[in-house]
């Protein structure tokens, strides 16, 4: 008898202690060849395949590995690389791989921006003068790779061509672009075919968003011309991050599968399912286990959800997997043996979900998963009972909220007036983002702290030397608004979740953000409440150095919870405003104690926007009374700046100015200044901070490059209301191309302001 097969949609890249993030670091500082980065990937690749065949998964994902972005991948798969790069045609070689992705001394990098609403970055393809041809066929590559080193039968995956273009620049002619690349995808397939590839994954993650419902004849057209070219090869259809507004239509598309997620979707899959019924000809991958946080799955639930899947599609063509690639969670839990057995039991890595994933899929097959259940049960009543979860104090505190005033007592016109009185700031004054370089040093002292090789008092005196080091380096280089560096952070969330009531920090819960760039978002587990000031004794010391104003720097709380693991036993926005309630006391600390300039940043702000359009209002307001909740019990001289970065802000402008901080930052050079479009056609009437050259490059940018993107600004912002200031960050830049580059900034804000004539 035909049984339910068990699926993965692809797994974590960086391995379990980073060791892809090492290679590929060692490989771009030349301390390795092209050969030894090839080996060592490789059998990192080959560890993880092994791991989810011995795990038992029946469908396992190959070509979901990547060396830095698996959009970046398509785009070189079909020779879909900037004239600026030098590329003719063929195989795309991995340093002009690389150099599209962080640029190089003659050429700036393609743009960034988050994969839906993750914090995932991709790397935008650019579709100007793009000449489709296929230059390597990845998957195959991949899968003849497992089949011949492990004897995995294994599914391919590939980024589907709408998708794809979707998600492209440039692309004005679209049907045109589709037309060249279905045949390319085409090769791709029957070449899979014919290597003896049982089933392809195909992700059009684009189906899960707000479109026409014209665009499903795309669909319609690009899918059957899939199956007559490779008719052999079973196809999946994998949508993820969202229910499917157009679920009857789309289940009917020739292909043999269809990826819904059953988790992200606010209870709509299920209902269409029952609503509309399924074709007897396809089989349903049901996305049940969350593969976009790390909380264990209450298996009774899940099966239950998995029967009433079950009563409209049979078990023989029913597939059970996560609801996205796991990706977007760390390895494995098995190296966090420092954490409480109450929260280490309430968790699953990407290891535990394959693990959940053979349970649900065995109890379906009437197998013995008894213990696995009982298991997942007594851990789950375990962490939901426990004090963490049952703070009276703080449920008490949201449930007052309607007594907590979040409007600032004067607008920002009059309050900025106040500002500027005591700021005494020239035209277009000059700032960093916050963070300076976490140097080899930097990082070295941290660790041997954190081993108990040198002692706190030691720990302590080594951040304020350098602290004051780059207090002096800010003032040399004549910055007007300073920053203290942010030394003593590991990350600009997980700090915050370190210090803050109901949040963990885990040792090896690493996750990619972009490129080789790992992130460890903490765990809220639990309420949030506030202890202790977080910031304070560094903004402070730094202030006492220098005559000059500096920042306090603090994470907004959508942020927070946006590159956070949260809690999922209780609504977003209700642990958005009781991190909003926690950090409000954090900013008061801060302005009793004198910082009377204070960034609450918000960089996740745009990206957690939900894919449905009819959700967003809801979002935006929410996110807007969290940040108000934060910062608006200051006094009216006190300077609220915040910061957003690498995303699509056109759709936020209001909400942005909703927030009613007196600056924003926002990143504008790595998307080539696409941003100020939008500021000609709705103005905005607060002070902005318009990024003027990207951080995320090596290369350092001439004062020329600058200064043109100041006069690009300047022709829609007005003079007094501009900040100049990098795209964000500096933290992951090196000390000699940050002085270089802020250097330059600088030069060439003085030159400008001579334009208008104004005297520093």
């Known amino acids: 008898m035909a049984k339910v097969q068990s699926s993965n949609l692809g797994y974590p890249r960086l391995g379990e202690k980073r060791e892809w993030k090492k290679a590929l670091e060692n490989y771009w500082n030349a301390k390795i060849s092209e050969e030894q980065l090839l080996s060592e990937t490789k059998e990192l690749r080959l560890q993880s395949l092994k791991k989810q065949q011995d795990k038992g998964i029946d469908l396992i994902p190959v070509g979901d590995f990547s060396f830095y972005d698996h959009i970046l991948d398509t785009s070189i798969t079909f020779g879909i690389v900037p004239k600026r790069f030098g590329y003719e045609a063929g195989k795309v070689d991995l340093d002009t791989y690389f150099e599209v992705a962080r640029g190089n001394d003659g050429a700036v990098a393609s743009e960034m921006t988050k994969w839906f609403n993750t914090n995932y970055h991709y790397i935008v393809p650019e579709l100007v003068d793009a000449k489709p041809q296929l230059t390597e066929n990845r998957a195959l590559f991949y899968y003849e790779e497992a089949k011949k080193e492990l004897g995995i039968d294994g599914k391919p995956v590939i980024v589907g061509p709408i998708t794809y273009l979707k998600l492209a620049k440039g692309n004005a002619d679209f049907k045109g672009l589709l037309n060249q690349l279905v045949p390319l995808y085409g090769q791709i397939l029957k070449e899979l075919q014919d290597a003896g590839a049982k089933w392809v994954q195909i992700d059009e993650p684009y189906l899960a968003t707000s479109f026409d419902k014209e665009e499903l004849a795309l669909f319609e057209e690009v899918y059957a011309s899939f199956k007559d070219v490779a008719p052999e090869l079973k196809i999946e259809l994998q949508t993820y991050f969202e229910s499917l507004d157009y679920f009857e239509e789309v289940v009917k598309l020739p292909v043999d599968a269809i990826g819904v997620d059953f988790v992200h979707d606010h209870g709509e899959s299920i209902e269409a399912l029952e609503k509309f019924g399924f074709p007897e000809d396809k089989t349903l991958a049901a996305g049940v286990i969350d593969g976009r946080n790390v909380w264990r799955a209450d298996l009774d639930a899940k099966l239950a959800l998995l029967e009433r899947i079950a009563k409209v599609v049979s078990k023989d063509r029913l597939i059970v997997q996560p609801s996205s690639s796991l990706l977007h969670v760390p390895v494995t839990k098995a190296s966090e043996s420092d954490l409480d057995d109450v929260l280490l039991g309430g968790l699953s890595f990407a290891d535990e979900k394959l693990v959940e994933l053979v349970a649900l899929t065995g109890a379906l097959n009437g197998d013995a998963v008894a213990t696995e259940f009982a298991e997942a049960k007594e851990a789950l009543s375990a962490i939901n009972g426990s004090h963490h979860r049952n703070n009276a104090e703080v449920q008490e505190a949201i449930r007052n909220l309607e007594n907590v005033d979040v409007k600032r007592e004067l607008p920002f016109a009059q309050r900025i007036k106040l500002q500027h009185e005591w700021l005494q700031l020239p035209l277009l004054p000059t700032t960093t983002i916050g963070s300076f370089p976490q140097s080899p040093e930097v990082r070295k002292k941290r660790s041997d702290w954190l081993k108990n090789v040198i002692t706190d008092a030691e720990y302590e005196k080594f951040i304020e030397v350098e602290t004051e080091r780059w207090i002096r380096i800010q003032e040399d280089l004549d910055l007007d608004v300073l920053v203290h560096g942010e030394f003593e952070r590991t990350d600009m969330v997980e700090y915050f979740g370190q210090k803050l009531d109901g949040f963990q920090a885990t040792k ?253």
């Open 508 to 760: 090896f819960g690493w996750v990619q953000s972009y490129g080789s760039r790992a992130v460890r978002p903490p765990l809220v587990y639990g309420d949030v409440a506030f202890t202790e000031a977080i910031t304070v004794k560094e903004s402070v010391y730094a202030q006492s150095l220098t005559d000059r104003p500096v920042k306090g720097m603090l994470t907004a709380p959508v942020t927070i919870i946006n590159w956070s693991f949260v809690r999922d036993d209780v609504p977003d926005y209700v642990v958005a405003n009781q991190v909003g309630l926690a950090l409000r006391k954090e900013v008061e600390a801060l302005e009793e104690a004198g910082i009377r300039v204070i960034q609450v940043d918000e960089p996740a702000l745009r990206e957690g926007l939900p894919l449905k359009r009819s959700r967003w209002q809801k979002y935006l307001d929410d996110a807007v009374y969290s940040f108000k909740l934060t910062t608006t019990s200051v006094k009216n001289d006190t300077q609220i700046h915040t910061h957003m970065c690498y995303a699509e802000f056109e759709d936020i402008i209001d909400t942005i100015s909703a927030l009613d901080a007196d600056v924003i930052s926002i990143e504008t050079s790595r998307s080539h200044g696409e941003i100020i479009e939008t500021f000609e056609r709705v103005g905005y009437d607060k002070e902005i901070g318009l990024g003027v050259y990207d951080i995320h490059s090596p290369r350092v940018p001439t004062t020329g490059e600058i200064q043109e993107n100041i006069h690009r600004a300047l022709k829609v912002i007005d003079a007094r209301q501009f900040w100049v200031n990098p795209d964000c960050g500096l933290k992951t830049r090196k000390e000699k191309e940050t002085i270089a580059a802020l250097q330059d900034m600088v030069r060439a804000t003085k030159e400008i302001r001579e334009t208008y004539k104004v005297i520093k």
